[in-house]
């Protein structure tokens, strides 16, 4: 993939938005949803929810912040007979929103500054389909469609002759995988664990330039493979939840992915009228950054789960945090807000297991 060679721009103080830290791999992993948190499977569900993100970024020289909105997810489950039950969800899996910008650099008698923007991600679209064993486990599997796309844009500027040339990239993915997970519950305790395994990803790249010539280029790349569990435990007012993930690299991709991590922990407490919600969580990046420095990430979360009645949860989310690696460092915040309908077609009583 061209969007590699960003490493190779003359940094030294450079001007980053979004997340410059996109640029590495397949770009920022988003985690889905059902390996982060133990879902009810004993009710019709349907989440949508959307992220708003502010981020400042600096190499300790210079700086600069950005603003973006986009869709995070949407999920769907259903209950079916004889405890099965059906998801189907479709969210961002990697994102590739960057902007970089290059310190003036000589060469000879000219002075060259590059300005690399890139917008776009992989989408996932998940399928899952689980059995309940009585009202104290149960197994699923699932597959998932990975697809989307990316657009760069490579300005390059002589500043001496005023002459600016400009060079466009369009990626398109398309991949499978499949996953699996098995549930238990013991009294206030739940435990899940899972594991997805990717198939290969296909990367198409199409180059436009100024002078109009397009060159199509293909590869195929593996993305790391995840697996992990969650401890949940509630119990009156109180749940509280504690995720691992580790996105394991593959030894047949020519991406230079490493071992990654994630630990959260979460909680909420009921009050009256409204759910009070927390998180914390430390995250190891898939890559490491262009000096070879692993990419870090703490950050801190609280919320509210707004009931509406007859229908569900409003959502909203405030989340702030830091991502590290090498002289750069950013500080992001989202928001997220969000609506999820309980029971949209009819009220019934179930038991815990489907």
Request: charged share 20%.
């Amino acid at each position: 993939m061209r969007r590699l060679l960003i490493f190779l721009l003359p940094l030294g103080s450079v001007l980053l938005a979004y997340s410059i830290f996109n640029t590495h791999g397949l770009g920022g992993y988003t985690t889905p949803a059902e390996f982060l948190k133990i879902p009810s499977r004993t009710q019709t569900s349907l989440e949508v929810r959307f992220t708003s993100e502010y981020v400042y970024a600096t190499d300790g020289q210079a700086g600069q912040n950005a603003f973006l909105v986009r869709p995070e997810r949407f999920r769907f489950y259903v209950p079916l007979p004889w405890r099965f039950g059906l998801g189907a969800q479709m969210a961002q899996r990697f994102n590739l929103d960057f902007y970089v910008e290059s310190d003036s650099a000589r060469s000879a008698d000219y002075t060259l500054i590059r300005r690399v923007k890139g917008r776009g991600g992989i989408e996932g679209l998940r399928l899952s389909l689980d059995k309940g064993f009585y009202d104290i486990a149960y197994l699923g599997v699932g597959y998932e469609r990975l697809f989307g796309g990316a657009w760069e844009r490579w300005d390059s500027e002589i500043v001496e002759l005023g002459e600016m040339t400009v060079d466009s990239l369009l990626y398109y993915f398309g991949g499978n995988g499949v996953w699996g997970m098995a549930g238990f519950k013991l009294g206030p305790l739940q435990l899940r664990g899972f594991y997805g395994y990717p198939l290969d990803l296909g990367v198409t790249t199409e180059v436009q330039t100024s002078r109009d010539t397009t060159v199509v280029d293909s590869a195929s790349y593996t993305p790391p493979a995840e697996l992990g569990g969650i401890l949940a435990y509630s119990a009156n007012k109180l749940e509280l939840g504690l995720a691992y993930i580790q996105q394991k690299a593959s030894d047949h991709t020519s991406l230079s992915f490493i071992t990654g991590h994630l630990v959260e922990a979460n909680a909420a407490y009921k009050f009256k009228p409204f759910i009070l919600t927390g998180k914390a969580g430390w995250k190891s990046w898939y890559v490491e950054s262009a000096d070879g420095s692993p990419i870090r990430d703490t950050y801190l979360g609280i919320g509210t789960r707004i009931p509406i009645e007859s229908y569900g949860y409003g959502i909203l989310e405030l989340t702030g945090g830091l991502r590290e690696a090498g002289a750069i460092s950013e500080y992001h915040v989202e928001l997220r807000a969000g609506l999820e309908f309980r029971e949209l077609w009819k009220k019934r009583e179930r038991m815990w297991g489907g």
